[in-house]
């Protein structure tokens, strides 16, 4: 029988990051200045960004070096385990292996602290003392602050009200790690005051916390802005993720023909698949699949356009696939995959046909999640569980049509914080919304002024 489990040693930790962009078939659209709708300089982006960071964003090196400080905080739990998931095969009785890359063994427990680390990293250098940052479940405000506490930054973390009465232990970790945690929109910005004027009972959305966030660090020269997702410096410092993936795999003497992740921003995702992408740029072939909710579908029904990222209008315009920016998604308990946009640069890999995208229903994913649960072990986040799904499907199809194929997923993180939502799920009580087309054409109209790419799919 292979092995379960495939673990490299620290010193086979990545050395770069890998940059996509100096590999994509076409050029990606400019950022645009939603005043002028020129493309934005480094100069609109300083108040808000560390320069290492804004240099990183339009990078067109294939490889970046991760500065030594870096790698050693990496060490605390990379190189992450990746396992072969017999119990999960024998549990769908299916022919294909299938083989999964776990992110939950990071101290905040998912992939986010490959970059929160990096980010935190680049601002300390700069001089800066202090990030500010949102965050919808929690995932992601978890990870700035334990990366803010070893880098010696102050945190402030505008949490999504609805998560921050919802998932205290959450909020319990960022304290615990030394963040100030407020529930949004806030009184603490124009931003969310403007929008508890209107709506006092708002239950926040993950673009207004970004408002919020993005406000405080415009407004404070002693703070940078940090996001966990979407922006492309992000995607590369999780392609440590798939670097290892490859490693690991070539112990197993596999490698995968579909690669698959889940989309909410895009980061996990890019992270798994951008080091396989490289490999099929170099003549590999694979399959890749991203997975979303139906109840967010911005891959698979939102079209590519320029939009802003947040709800009140401040971020510059970003090329995308898009729901349109006050698009509020229904309250899925896969909270991290609730955003209206995508990262410009999975977006367009699905525009040049290299990255499909399929979009499943809550219950359903639970159902694989659960699966998941009962054969492997580790319960999974939400999020991560759309992966799963996505893979067990494909499972399912390969064994009708008699095939065997190597499935690679992402397993993001783990769901010890998302409880509640199993107790729904095995209770009968979750439910699956169905998203009509009337209101994505709704939203979209929000969308209609701004200038369009010059690629529209
Ligand atoms: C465990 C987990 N997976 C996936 C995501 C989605 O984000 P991204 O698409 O950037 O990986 C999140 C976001 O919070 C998350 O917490």
């Not at 490959?114 to 935190?120: F, I, K, L």
């Not at 003549?283 to 909710?293: M, N, T």
Request: charge should be negative; glycine fraction near 8%; hydrophobic fraction near 40%.
């Amino acid at each position: 029988m292979d092995a379960t489990k495939y673990q490299l040693p620290e010193s086979a930790l990545p050395e770069r990051w890998y940059n996509i962009q100096a590999d994509l078939p076409s050029p990606m659209q400019p950022i645009l200045h939603p005043g002028t709708g020129e493309p934005v300089g480094p100069d609109d982006l300083a108040p808000l960004f560390p320069m290492a960071l804004i240099a990183q964003e339009v990078s067109q090196d294939a490889e970046i070096p991760i500065p030594e400080p870096i790698r050693d905080v990496y060490r605390l739990w990379r190189p992450t385990p990746l396992y072969r998931a017999h119990r999960l095969e024998q549990a769908l009785g299916t022919r294909s292996r299938i083989f999964y890359k776990y992110e939950g063994v990071s101290p905040a427990g998912s992939h986010k602290p490959n970059t929160a680390v990096a980010q935190a990293y680049y601002v300390k250098q700069e001089g800066r003392s202090r990030i500010s940052t949102e965050t919808g479940a929690g995932q992601w405000g978890s990870a700035i602050a334990l990366a803010c506490r070893l880098f010696d930054l102050e945190c402030k973390v505008y949490m999504v009200k609805v998560s921050y009465e919802q998932k205290p232990y959450r909020r319990s970790m960022m304290r615990t790690w030394g963040a100030e945690v407020v529930p949004s929109p806030s009184e603490d910005t124009n931003a969310g005051r403007g929008i508890l004027q209107e709506h006092p009972d708002s239950p926040g959305s993950l673009g207004i916390a970004i408002s919020e966030a993005v406000e405080d660090a415009a407004t404070r020269e002693d703070t940078a802005y940090s996001l966990g997702s979407v922006l492309s410096h992000v995607l590369m410092h999780q392609t440590v993720i798939g670097q290892e993936a490859i490693a690991q795999l070539e112990e197993a003497a596999a490698y995968p023909d579909l690669v698959v992740g889940c989309v909410g921003g895009g980061s996990n995702f890019s992270g798994l698949v951008f080091p396989f992408l490289r490999e099929h740029f170099a003549g590999r072939e694979v399959d890749v699949l991203a997975c979303e909710p139906a109840a967010c579908p911005t891959l698979t029904r939102g079209p590519f356009a320029y939009d802003f990222g947040d709800t009140s209008q401040l971020t510059p315009l970003v090329p995308m696939h898009t729901l349109g920016h006050d698009f509020v998604p229904a309250g899925i308990h896969a909270g991290g995959l609730r955003y209206h946009g995508m990262a410009p640069l999975v977006s367009q890999l699905v525009l040049d046909g290299l990255v499909r995208a399929e979009a499943y229903t809550q219950n359903d994913v639970f159902a694989s999640a659960v699966t998941f649960a009962r054969s492997e072990g580790i319960i999974p986040a939400p999020e991560a569980a759309h992966a799963i799904h996505g893979s067990v499907l494909a499972a399912r199809a390969a064994d009708e049509e008699g095939r065997e194929r190597t499935i690679l997923f992402n397993l993001s993180g783990h769901g010890h914080f998302d409880l509640g939502a199993y107790d729904a799920y095995l209770a009968g009580e979750l439910e699956d919304v169905a998203l009509p087309e009337h209101e994505i054409e709704r939203a979209l109209k929000a969308i209609e002024p701004l200038p369009k790419p010059a690629l529209a799919g």
